[in-house]
Structure formats: C-alpha cells, structure tokens
Nanobody, 122 residues
Framework: QVQLVESGGGSVQAGGSLRLSCAAS????????IGWFRQAPGKEREGVAT???????SYADSVKGRFTISQDNRKNTLYLQMNSLKPEDTAMYYC????????????????WGQGTQVTVSS
C-alpha cells in the first residue's frame, strides 16, 4: 500500500522560503518517479518538480532556480525547498508518485498525497 504524507506548508510573505516534506512508503522506486505537483484555485494541477530512481531531477520552468527537490532514502522522505517565493506560487501542493516516463504529467500519477497548502502574500 502506497502512502504519501505531506507536511510543511504554511503562509509566507513574498521572497520568503518554505520546505515541504513527504513521507513515502510502499512503492517500488524503480517503477516510479516521485515529486511535487500543485494546483492553484481555478487552475489545472501541474507538475512542479520530480526525481527518478537514478536521482535525475526535472523542474517546471516557473520554479527553476528557486525550488530544489531532494530525497533522504534512509528516511524515505522527499523534500521541496522553495526559495524566493512569489504570490503565484500560492497553491495546494501534492506529493505524488508517477509512472516512468510520465514523471511531470498528471495522467501519469498513480498515487497522490492529501496535499499541503502554501500561501504567499505580496
């Protein structure tokens, strides 16, 4: 049984930082990439950053240079360090496991976490 449990969301002013965490269990890393998606009010859910079993990372253009995805395999925990946050980063952030090679595509996601809210004020 795959479980993805996010934490670390909150409210921050523009320019600030947050770190999201995702405790992951129950999936085979060779078949999946794991990462973060987000959905803002009135917008479609989109891929933000993912990491595959080889450690290769992918980022949405809108977050490149500001967000960093990483994982601690000993703790089975995924992180998203978000710096220089902007109001347009406001969204519900979801941890997700997607089937390779559709790592950044919503249709490729097999498992979702419950989400954690990030709100950035100007």
């Amino acid at each position: 049984q795959v479980q993805l449990v996010e934490s670390g969301g909150g409210s921050v002013q523009a320019g600030g930082s947050l770190r999201l965490s995702c405790a992951a269990s129950g999936y085979t890393s060779s078949n999946y990439c794991i990462g973060w998606f987000r959905q803002a009010p009135g917008k479609e859910r989109e891929g933000v950053a993912t990491i595959d079993s080889d450690g290769s990372t992918s980022y949405a253009d809108s977050v490149k240079g500001r967000f960093t995805i990483s994982q601690d395999n000993r703790k089975n925990t995924l992180y998203l360090q978000m710096n220089s946050l902007k109001p347009e980063d406001t969204a519900m952030y979801y941890c997700a496991a997607a089937q390779v090679p559709w790592c950044m595509e919503v249709p490729g996601v097999a498992y979702w976490g419950q989400g954690t809210q990030v709100t950035v004020s100007s």
